[in-house]
């Protein structure tokens, strides 16, 4: 088997058991929201309407982020909407705080704390 394929399959492996696991941990909640570069970009302010959707029909959310190859096709199948961070190169290993700010900052609009400047 030549290099770039065998790469590929590991690859390939790697994302279908991180996909797995990732599942599993997300298994009590009712809305998956899978990270995918292909996915919808939202601003803060629909990430606020959802929040607000979601606290009203007492939804657990979990927001899927696979490793730097990205989530597996069992996992993004699995999540009802596929969101982007942005069409920009960003690092990896950034996304968590970004969604994390991002949460916070919809969060102190539907609370109308000054946080959020627009």
């Known amino acids: 088997m030549e290099p770039q394929n065998r790469k590929k399959q590991n690859i390939a492996k ?6 797995e696991m990732l599942l599993k941990e997300a298994e009590n909640s009712n809305i998956l929201i ?8 939202k601003s803060t302010t629909d990430l606020k309407d959802s929040l607000n959707q979601w ?3 007492g939804d ?16 993004l199948e699995a999540c009802s ?6 069409r ?10 970004l969604i994390t700010e991002q949460v916070f900052r919809a969060y102190t609009l539907t609370i109308n704390h000054p946080y959020h400047r627009e």
């Open 34 to 41: 899978a990270m995918d570069e292909h996915g919808q970009q």
């Open 88 to 97: 920009l190169t960003l690092p990896h290993s950034m996304a968590r705080l």
């Open 14 to 19: 790697v994302k279908e058991i991180e996909g």
């Open 55 to 57: 606290s009203k029909n």
């Open 60 to 75: 657990n959310v979990s927001i899927i982020i696979g490793g730097a190859d990205g989530l597996s096709s069992r996992c």
């Open 81 to 86: 909407e596929k969101w982007a961070l942005s």
